[in-house]
């Protein structure tokens, strides 16, 4: 028997020669193929497909996965390992990342400047003339962290145990920056990074087990600088400086720091709100006057990380979902052929329509009882509503506690701006439907990555005059924040589509 096996990855086509046996949960997390739970093989989230070839059983699969499903070739990534050639159909798909295609203001420095944004799914890294604010390259891809687990907390317990995961990313976003900059290494004069609290701390190896247990505050919020040495960066210049932008406060990041900036929020004499719909929850509320910042634990299910045919916006994903004359469910499929599963902005279309059509009740309840069939054998669950529940009733209850602190209501907010990959591809009539944003449709901005944008705008700054407009709001701490939650936990009735503000 051969010592190596072939793995070919679809719908991308990609094969890769590996040991046999070893498990593949490395490979296929680096393909798209996330393991929200860490790899407990608990949540089902990295599902593959046997499309030729064998892959054995496992005990985990048996444990997680109906005997239909195992039938159909369904097995969980994180515990396959191929004792043969086998073709696999990733289920999370491979998906292109947000980027930012604006150029900004240039003239302050000269030389090159790169900008990046550290997500906790995605990574975008931009190269910039810093005399005239032209974009001149761009690289994207999967945080390689994502084999730890989805979310911001997952990521806390990997890191508290060894220093793995800040090597793992500053070596992958060494290699991105020396692929973007290539021979030019030596005009860079700044590098910036933003990204959410866990994100700063575990680049800049800083302890995240303040971020573990109440009150989940860290005293080492503020900027961190390096040499591209210390990182193990090579093609650069030993001037730039790598800056890790300083976070708000709790687990708000230097990512929101950047979208205040790229929105404008400080510099408005009207209420604007800005809302990251990534997979930490995180919201600004302001004007020019002050800035009010908090976060909330939404969790995975806007990333479709949590929902049992959830994918990554690839090929294959339903994307929309609207109803009919015939009151039937119209689906949008990301590159047309058969849907597959359900991206973020597609699971809340569906949850959206199924209200409208009564499928699903004002309490998140499905009339049906166990699954509300989408498209073909796309589905949805009764957990899966309840996750959606979950992770927008966060949301609601976070702006509506600002507003409240703020002394205002929905209405004097002009803007209602959604950033991140989310916030730029759900339907906005959807996300009022079910009560995530509660305001008109025509005051909802979708603004794309303004984190990326903000880190741009932010390249050759040496101070952030914005941070004097910002305090920190803890949510928990507000003596309302259960009751709020717990209103914003159902779905709006009928055609009333916005929830009084408290």
Same mark, same amino acid.
């Given at each position: 028997?051969?010592?190596?096996?072939?793995?070919?990855?679809?719908?991308?086509?990609?094969?890769?020669? @590996? $040991?046999?046996?070893?498990? !593949?949960?490395?490979?296929?997390?680096?393909?798209?193929?996330?393991?929200?739970?860490?790899?407990?093989?608990?949540?089902?989230?990295?599902?593959?497909?046997?499309? +030729?070839?064998?892959?054995?059983?496992?005990?985990?699969?048996?444990?997680?996965?109906?005997?239909?499903?195992?039938?159909?070739?369904?097995?969980?990534?994180?515990?396959?390992?191929?004792?043969?050639?086998?073709?696999? @159909?990733?289920?999370?798909?491979?998906?292109?990342?947000?980027?930012?295609?604006?150029?900004?203001?240039?003239?302050?420095? *000269?030389?090159?400047?790169?900008?990046?944004?550290?997500?906790?799914?995605?990574?975008?890294? $931009?190269?910039?003339?810093?005399?005239?604010?032209?974009?001149?390259?761009?690289?994207?891809?999967?945080?390689?962290?994502?084999?730890?687990?989805?979310?911001? @907390?997952?990521?806390?317990?990997?890191?508290?145990?060894?220093?793995?995961?800040?090597?793992?990313?500053?070596?992958?976003?060494?290699?991105?920056?020396?692929?973007?900059?290539?021979?030019?290494?030596?005009?860079?004069?700044?590098?910036?990074?933003?990204?959410?609290?866990?994100?700063?701390?575990?680049?800049?190896?800083?302890?995240?087990?303040?971020? /573990?247990?109440?009150?989940?505050?860290?005293?080492?919020?503020?900027?961190?600088?390096?040499?591209?040495?210390?990182?193990?960066?090579?093609?650069?210049?030993?001037?730039?400086?790598?800056?890790?932008?300083?976070?708000?406060?709790?687990?708000?990041? %230097?990512? #929101?720091?950047?979208?205040?900036? +790229?929105?404008?929020?400080?510099?408005?004499?009207?209420?604007? /709100?800005?809302?990251?719909?990534?997979?930490?929850?995180?919201?600004?509320?302001?004007?020019?006057?002050?800035?009010?910042?908090?976060?909330?634990?939404?969790?995975?299910?806007?990333?479709?990380? %949590?929902? =049992?045919?959830?994918?990554?916006?690839?090929?294959?994903?339903?994307?929309?979902?609207?109803?009919?004359?015939? $009151?039937?469910?119209?689906?949008?499929?990301?590159?047309?052929?058969?849907?597959?599963?359900?991206?973020? &902005?597609?699971?809340?279309?569906?949850?959206?329509?199924? !209200? &409208?059509?009564?499928? #699903?009740?004002? &309490?998140?309840?499905?009339? %049906?009882?166990?699954?509300?069939?989408?498209?073909?054998?796309? *589905?949805?669950?009764?957990?899966?509503?309840?996750?959606?529940?979950?992770?927008?009733?966060?949301?609601?209850?976070?702006?509506? #506690?600002?507003?409240?602190?703020?002394? +205002?209501?929905?209405?004097?907010?002009?803007? !209602?701006?959604? %950033?991140?990959?989310?916030?730029?591809?759900?339907?906005?009539?959807?996300?009022?439907?079910?009560?995530?944003?509660?305001? +008109?449709?025509?005051?909802?901005?979708?603004?794309?990555?303004?984190?990326?944008?903000?880190?741009?705008?932010?390249?050759?700054?040496?101070?952030?005059?914005? !941070?004097?407009?910002?305090?920190?709001?803890?949510? =928990?701490?507000?003596?309302?924040?259960?009751?709020?939650?717990?209103?914003?936990?159902?779905?709006?009735?009928?055609?009333?589509?916005?929830?009084?503000?408290?």
């Amino acid at each position: 028997m051969p010592e190596t096996v072939v793995i070919t990855l679809e719908p991308a086509g990609l094969s890769c020669t @590996m $040991q046999r046996g070893v498990p !593949l949960r490395d490979v296929l997390a680096s393909h798209g193929c996330e393991t929200p739970c860490g790899g407990l093989g608990t949540c089902g989230g990295c599902r593959v497909r046997v499309e +030729a070839g064998e892959l054995p059983v496992t005990d985990r699969d048996r444990q997680v996965l109906s005997p239909a499903e195992l039938t159909h070739g369904w097995r969980l990534g994180c515990a396959a390992r191929a004792q043969a050639d086998v073709t696999l @159909m990733v289920g999370n798909g491979i998906a292109p990342v947000l980027g930012d295609a604006a150029s900004v203001g240039g003239g302050r420095r *000269h030389g090159l400047g790169v900008a990046i944004d550290l997500g906790t799914t995605t990574l975008a890294v $931009q190269l910039v003339d810093m005399a005239t604010g032209a974009l001149l390259g761009s690289r994207s891809g999967l945080n390689p962290q994502t084999r730890f687990g989805a979310d911001v @907390m997952s990521r806390v317990h990997a890191a508290a145990l060894d220093d793995q995961p800040t090597r793992l990313i500053r070596a992958h976003l060494g290699q991105m920056v020396e692929q973007l900059v290539g021979g030019r290494g030596g005009e860079v004069v700044d590098i910036v990074i933003v990204g959410n609290t866990v994100m700063h701390h575990i680049f800049a190896a800083l302890s995240v087990r303040p971020l /573990a247990s109440v009150p989940f505050e860290s005293p080492c919020t503020g900027e961190q600088r390096f040499v591209p040495a210390a990182l193990g960066w090579s093609g650069l210049a030993d001037a730039p400086l790598v800056r890790v932008l300083p976070c708000l406060g709790g687990f708000v990041g %230097s990512d #929101i720091l950047a979208g205040i900036v +790229a929105a404008g929020l400080g510099e408005q004499d009207g209420l604007r /709100a800005l809302v990251d719909l990534g997979t930490n929850g995180e919201i600004a509320l302001g004007n020019r006057q002050r800035i009010l910042v908090a976060s909330t634990a939404a969790g995975t299910a806007f990333e479709a990380g %949590s929902i =049992a045919m959830g994918m990554r916006a690839a090929a294959g994903a339903v994307s929309q979902v609207t109803v009919g004359a015939d $009151q039937r469910f119209e689906c949008v499929v990301i590159g047309g052929g058969e849907a597959r599963g359900l991206c973020g &902005s597609g699971v809340v279309g569906a949850v959206a329509a199924g !209200l &409208s059509t009564g499928a #699903i009740r004002p &309490s998140g309840r499905l009339d %049906s009882g166990k699954t509300l069939a989408i498209a073909g054998s796309v *589905h949805l669950t009764q957990a899966d509503v309840r996750e959606l529940q979950l992770a927008k009733g966060a949301i609601a209850a976070g702006l509506r #506690i600002l507003l409240k602190q703020w002394g +205002a209501a929905i209405g004097a907010v002009d803007a !209602l701006i959604l %950033s991140g990959a989310f916030g730029n591809y759900v339907d906005p009539a959807s996300a009022i439907r079910i009560g995530l944003v509660e305001t +008109a449709a025509g005051r909802v901005v979708p603004a794309g990555n303004t984190a990326l944008r903000g880190a741009k705008m932010l390249l050759g700054c040496e101070a952030y005059p914005v !941070l004097d407009l910002v305090s920190h709001v803890a949510l =928990a701490a507000d003596p309302d924040f259960e009751d709020i939650f717990t209103a914003c936990m159902g779905f709006p009735a009928g055609d009333d589509r916005r929830l009084p503000c408290a």
